[in-house]
Structures are given as structure tokens and as C-alpha cells.
Nanobody, 113 residues
Framework: VQLQASGGGLVQPGGSLNVSCAASGSIFSINSMGWYRQAPGEQREFVARISRSGIRNYADSVKGRFTISRVNVKNTVYLQMNSLKPEDTAVYYC????????WGKGTLVTVSS
């Protein structure tokens, strides 16, 4: 499975950004898809995930601000990020599980004025 993320960039505090990730390859094996992030000097942390059936889980730090969605026929997962804070600045990594964990290369999200 290959994961290609896109949509990162620079946004002001309080702003919004949408990142997406498309899966290719052995997509029939994919169950959950989601996002992790890694801020400078920090460990990678869980952000959100969604199962093939649409069950969603969020980290407490993003609940109420981030929304994960998925279009199975496109093998694509989206993360809508609203009310962004400087502490959301990180490289966001797309993830999926299909027998094993797969990771994308990451897309940088910078929240700064």
C-alpha cells in the first residue's frame, strides 16, 4: 500500500486547512485509515482515525475542531482542521492498517501569524 498526502501549508491561528491522503496498491486489505502528527522535538502522536464502516476516533486535543472523513471508492481519507492553534503545527502523517501499518511521507502544517 502506498499513501500520498497533500494539502498542508501555512495558516493563521483560528484558520482552517484540509489535508487529504490517497491510498494505492493493495487497497483491498485496508481497514482503518487516519492521521498522526509529529511536532518538532516531539514524538509522533495519534490525531484521528476512521474505520471502513465510518467509526471515528479522535485525540482529545483535536476533538470538536478536527473532522476525519473517508471516501472508500476513492480510497481517500480527509482531515478537516478548524480553529487551528500554533500547537497544531506539525508534520501530519497519513496512516492505514491492512494486515500491517502503512505510512505516508507526511505533509507539513504550520499555524502561525
Amino acid at each position: 500500500v502506498q499513501l500520498q498526502a497533500s494539502g498542508g501549508g501555512l495558516v493563521q491561528p483560528g484558520g482552517s486547512l484540509n489535508v487529504s491522503c490517497a491510498a494505492s496498491g493493495s487497497i483491498f486489505s485496508i481497514n482503518s485509515m487516519g492521521w498522526y502528527r509529529q511536532a518538532p522535538g516531539e514524538q509522533r502522536e495519534f490525531v484521528a482515525r476512521i474505520s471502513r464502516s465510518g467509526i471515528r476516533n479522535y485525540a482529545d486535543s483535536v476533538k470538536g475542531r478536527f473532522t476525519i472523513s473517508r471516501v472508500n471508492v476513492k480510497n481517500t481519507v480527509y482531515l478537516q482542521m478548524n480553529s487551528l492553534k500554533p500547537e497544531d503545527t506539525a508534520v501530519y502523517y497519513c496512516w492505514c492498517r491492512g494486515g500491517m501499518d502503512y505510512w505516508g511521507k507526511g505533509t507539513l502544517v504550520t499555524v502561525s501569524s
